[in-house]
């Protein structure tokens, strides 16, 4: 097999014993003579499985009993227009946060529901930055406040929670959940596709304080209705189950490396270990101010943009994947989730200093 790294922003790169296991396990599960993906949704097996995800998730978070935790389809974007129907609850006005092409998206599906307020924009400084607490406007009337905590695409990440009271605090986390531990216990819902760092495409995740359930907007969609799903413990409809069952992997991989503050700690390692690179590299450079700079995606750039292609056409050349900045943007970007080692990293800082080297 051809030995690559994988730097794709999503769907990414997945831990390699969690996908030979799902390997092993996959015409013949446990010993009953079929795939995962073959069984019902509702025999004991299959309801094992999603119970003992939610129950590593939930450990692996510290995620409390007064929070419901959902398996359903359609991506964070579906999520975008899920928060409004669940959340408003009557009020016709929600908070959001603009610090890039994500938060923007779920801006915008917003707006079809109710008045959109933008407490703050990063727009002036192009996404490089995030928008300090103290100068946020925000609306007395909001049902909650809508914030994007990393921005996949800009590479730009809070290294902060948002205190915002009383008021339901709701997190897009489809970038960073699992990167490191997080405080749950501050967030109303949390919700994450799962692509990036927690399994295959087909399945978000959403995590809400169970108050919050119960006030949905009555044209809600059954499939995005929380309250619904709730009652159904994800089964309303037929849940993306065999994504269910290797994020259920990854969970238990996860617990094997010894949880979320290990997790943490070697994230820290390689963003500092790449950040520091190509700071002192004199030919690589990161727009992003250096207190919100994303431990998952590393967007760069080389001074003479005509090096791009051949930067991109190299790596993948040495086996080093999917390294184009997002098509919006331009430019180079790695993303280094919880399944690319230090090793990848590594090797991507040795393919770009003989780069370098060669074209500098
Ligand atoms: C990838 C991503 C999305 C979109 O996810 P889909 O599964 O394609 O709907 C939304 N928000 C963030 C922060 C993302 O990284």
Redesign the pocket.
Known sequence: MTRVFNFC??PAALPEAVLAQARDEMLDWHGRGLSVMEMSHRGKDMVGIAERAEADLRELLGIGEDYAVLFLQ?????Q?AAVPLNLLGGAATADYVDTGQ?SQ??IGEARKYCDVNVVASAQATRHTTVPPQETWQRSPAAAYLHY?P????GGVEYGWVPDVGSTPLVA????TILSRPIDVSRFGVIYA????NIGP?GL?IVIVRRDLLGRPDPRTPAVLDWTLQAKNASMYNTPPTFSIYLAGLVFDWLKRQGGLVAVGEQNRRKAERLYGYIDQSGFYANPVERASRSWMNVPFTVADAALEKPFVAEATAAGLLYLEGHRSVGGMRASIYNAVGIDAVEALIAFMQDFAQRHG
Do not use: L, Y
């Open positions: 922003a999503g359609g991506g964070a974007t579906a975008f994500w998206k779920a994007t990393n921005e996949t695409i897009d986390m489809s970038s596709g799962a692509q990036k495409a978000v």
